[in-house]
Structures are given as structure tokens and as C-alpha cells.
């Protein structure tokens, strides 16, 4: 059964950075294409980045040249760098591989204050 750990969520302040990690067990993280995903307050969750197994990417034009999607397959784990945050990136940030293979995780909140 897939497993989805995020972690590295945190408060930080507008225009501040964070690194998101994603630890994936339970299949064979080399093969999968991995996203990003984040739920606002009250919103649905929404697509944020991709990244296929060999390494192409793709953002969401509302995170493009400020997030980073990056995966390290001997760690089973796939990152989202988090630049020049706004307070609209608050929300909880969940990771899954596309399509989804296993249920979401708990996620991990951020907060950026204004």
C-alpha cells in the first residue's frame, strides 16, 4: 500500500522560503510521476507542480518561477522548493503520485503571514 508523508510545513513570513518534503513508501518511487497539491482555507485542493519520472516539469502558472518541484528516487522522496511566499499560498500542501496510487496523506500546513 502507497504511503504519503508530507512534512516541512511552518509560519513564515511574506516574500520568506520553505521546503516541503514528500516521503514515499510502499511502491517503487523511480517509476512514478509525482504532484504537488495545495487546499486553501475553505477551498478545494488544487494542482501546483508535476514531475515525471524522468524529470520533466510542470507548474501551475500561479506557482511558476517561484516553487520548484525536485525528487531524490534513492530517498523515495520528491521536494517542493517554496519561494517569495504569499499569504494566499496558506493551506495545507499534500503530495501524491499521478494518477493517485494510494490515499492522501495528513499533509503539512503553511502559514505565511502578511
Known amino acids: 500500500q502507497v504511503q504519503l508523508v508530507e512534512s516541512g510545513g511552518g509560519l513564515v513570513q511574506a516574500g520568506g522560503s520553505l521546503r516541503l518534503s514528500c516521503a514515499v513508501s510502499?511502491?517503487?518511487?523511480?517509476?512514478?510521476?509525482m504532484g504537488w497539491y495545495h487546499q486553501a482555507p475553505g477551498k478545494q485542493r488544487e494542482f501546483l507542480a508535476r514531475i515525471s519520472s524522468s524529470g520533466f516539469r510542470l507548474y501551475d502558472a500561479s506557482v511558476k518561477g517561484r516553487f520548484t518541484i525536485s525528487r531524490d528516487n534513492a530517498l523515495s522522496t520528491v521536494y517542493l522548493q517554496m519561494n517569495s511566499l504569499k499569504p494566499e499560498d496558506t493551506g495545507v500542501y499534500y503530495c501524491?503520485?499521478?494518477?493517485?496510487?494510494?490515499?492522501w496523506g495528513q499533509g503539512t500546513q503553511v502559514t505565511v503571514s502578511s
Open positions: 510502499g511502491t517503487i518511487f523511480s517509476t512514478l510521476d
Open positions: 501524491n503520485s499521478i494518477p493517485a496510487l494510494g490515499s
